[in-house]
T-cell receptor, first 114, second 111 residues
Framework: NAGVTQTPKFRVLKTGQSMTLLCAQDMNHEYMYWYRQDPGMGLRLIHYSVGEGTTAKGEVPDGYNVSRLKKQNFLLGLESAAPSQTSVYFC?????????????FGPGTRLTVL | SQQGEEDPQALSIQEGENATMNCSYKTSINNLQWYRQNSGRGLVHLILIRSNEREKHSGRLRVTLDTSKKSSSLLITASRAADTASYFCATTPGGYSTLTFGKGTMLLVSP
């Protein structure tokens, strides 16, 4: 059981470039989340999904798009990267059937936009 | 906006001492959770306390919740160097499937 995995681990982009971050989970969780974490800050929710084919906006969705074509994968896209998107991105998942709101996190992707 | 606010922002103690971190939140909640983040890693769930509970224990962890004051505390007893990490509280507002995190307390435990 790998849990939640994220690829890539590190990436450097130039302003205006695009990229996709991949999150995969093998726990058959319904819900998946993308967060960003900036220095001295907690995690802020970008987008989330409560099931295959569904997505919803979080606290800071601007500049990002997401897709949940398969239950186990949740993709985060940056169409035109900006320096303000330099951050560490975390994916998480949870199962509503567990009866708790506990989320399981991936190791993170460190993104730098020059 | 961030729901929870941890206090203190940073805490430095010696091994064997107890560490106490506090969290305040703004709106009513279903439950409150505490997570740990080691440097450069993802968050790991530590403990969850429901809104109808006042205290909960798990190993060296003790969590209290005071819904009238909208606050929680996390106590780590007999701290070890391996407890060095950032600790975040997270809340679930009623009816939502998302978590709202505080900014965290950075704990340093020196040998």
């Amino acid at each position: 059981n790998a849990g939640v995995t994220q690829t890539p681990k590190f990436r450097v982009l130039k302003t205006g470039q695009s990229m996709t971050l991949l999150c995969a989970q093998d726990m058959n969780h319904e819900y998946m989340y993308w967060y960003r974490q900036d220095p001295g800050m907690g995690l802020r929710l970008i987008h989330y999904s409560v099931g295959e084919g569904t997505t919803a906006k979080g606290e800071v969705p601007d500049g990002y798009n997401v897709s949940r074509l398969k239950k186990q994968n949740f993709l985060l896209g940056l169409e035109s990267a900006a320096p303000s998107q330099t951050s560490v991105y975390f994916c998480a998942s949870r199962s509503p059937a567990s009866g708790t709101d506990t989320q399981y996190f991936g190791p993170g992707t460190r993104l730098t936009v020059l | 906006s961030q729901q929870g606010e941890e206090d203190p922002q940073a805490l430095s103690i010696q091994e064997g001492e107890n560490a106490t971190m506090n969290c305040s939140y703004k709106t009513s909640i279903n439950n409150l959770q505490w997570y740990r983040q080691n440097s450069g890693r993802g968050l790991v769930h530590l403990i969850l306390i429901r809104s109808n509970e006042r205290e909960k224990h798990s190993g060296r962890l003790r969590v209290t919740l005071d819904t009238s004051k909208k606050s929680s505390s996390l106590l780590i007893t007999a701290s070890r160097a391996a407890d060095t990490a950032s600790y975040f509280c997270a809340t679930t507002p009623g009816g939502y499937s998302t978590l709202t995190f505080g900014k965290g307390t950075m704990l340093l435990v020196s040998p």
